[in-house]
């Protein structure tokens, strides 16, 4: 590929971007108008596309850890309490709630990093375990079982002489979670394809050899785990703020299950394939609730068929089918 073809379709990204950008800013909020569902399966897809990015970011290192729901509750519960209890605005219980996932999370990484494969995931579910029987357990901070309702909404953005932005629709948190994941995907983006991602790869690849080379293992895999229960606190902040609700089950071992299968299934190892899955696997039950009662039936095939089919993901199906259109295309030119 030469430097015109590459700066061409260098161009060509970031006019995908711009107009995917331009569309999900003006054109999808226009054209939902009035349809509140819609908006609530597209804000939960976001909430998921980010949580699965950050998993992804975990996984590239080669560690595959059992408690990502669990630091989006610490998040969720961070600024519950903040709000309704210490009477704390929302936009400082925010960045608060990602901050103390964060730190839980490097104080996590710090002993559990060094275990590797099956005894890593063990730790990691152990932990998610003991945090969702100290939310059960401690009724009169946590709520215990019945969880904390009544959460209230985010606090009006107000601009002078431009306009106010309060939070009563479900088109006001959809903008909320759209800056949220604008901000994910620029972050996840740029650490992807930067020395750091490829000394992430490396680290996958062989932790032995990669130290050999001068990078520190361990210090990169405490940097891609904070950085991802980060934003799994960021995220678990919005939800409990636009549910109204948390509690304990909504940050379990299967919740954690789900978003691995959102990276599984989108492609391991590629930057596209968790967004890909996240959205795919979210839709997709939308789509079977024609089927009523074998809904999960269809939905357990679908995986299984994927997983076996195409154990690339999709992302892998993608190359795939573009390679394949490519020989086709440049036969006919030929």
Request: proline share 4%; hydrophobic share 55%; glycine share 10%.
């Amino acid at each position: 590929m030469n430097a015109n073809e590459t700066k061409a379709r260098s161009v060509g990204k970031i006019l995908i971007t711009l107009a995917a950008i331009a569309i999900l800013l003006v054109a999808v909020p226009v054209l939902l108008k009035g349809q509140p569902y819609v908006f609530h399966i597209l804000i939960i897809t976001m909430f998921n596309i980010v949580l699965a990015l950050s998993l992804g970011l975990i996984m590239r290192t080669g560690q595959v850890p059992l408690c990502q729901a669990a630091f989006a509750g610490i998040g969720a519960y961070t600024s519950t309490i903040l709000v309704m209890k210490v009477h704390l605005s929302f936009w400082v219980s925010l960045p608060l709630a990602g901050i103390a996932a964060g730190i839980i999370g490097f104080l996590i990484g710090l002993p559990t990093l060094n275990i590797k494969g099956i005894h890593f995931a063990l730790a990691t579910f152990a932990f998610g375990e003991i945090l969702r029987l100290i939310f059960i357990g401690w009724v009169s901070l946590f709520g215990g079982a019945n969880g904390i309702s009544g959460i209230p909404a985010p606090d009006p953005i107000r601009i002078p002489f431009l306009f106010t932005m309060e939070f009563e629709s479900k088109s006001a948190y959809y903008y909320l979670a759209l800056i949220l994941l604008l901000l994910a995907l620029v972050v996840f983006y740029r650490l992807w394809y930067s020395p750091f991602g490829r000394a992430c790869k490396a680290i996958e690849e062989s932790e032995a050899l990669s130290e050999c080379t001068g990078i520190s293992a361990m210090k990169y895999k405490i940097m891609a785990f904070t950085t991802a229960t980060f934003f799994a606190g960021l995220v678990g902040c919005l939800y409990a703020h636009y549910a109204h609700f948390v509690g304990p089950q909504e940050f379990g071992f299967w919740t954690s299950v789900r978003y691995i299968v959102f990276v599984i299934i989108g492609g391991v190892g590629t930057y596209i394939g968790p967004i890909a899955g996240a959205v795919f696997l979210t839709f997709l039950p939308e789509f079977l609730r024609v089927a009523e009662a074998w809904e999960v039936v269809i939905y357990g095939l679908v995986l299984m068929l994927t997983i076996h089919f195409f154990p690339k993901g999709i992302k892998g199906l993608g190359d795939d089918l573009y390679s394949r259109f490519s020989k086709l295309q440049k036969g006919a030119i030929t």
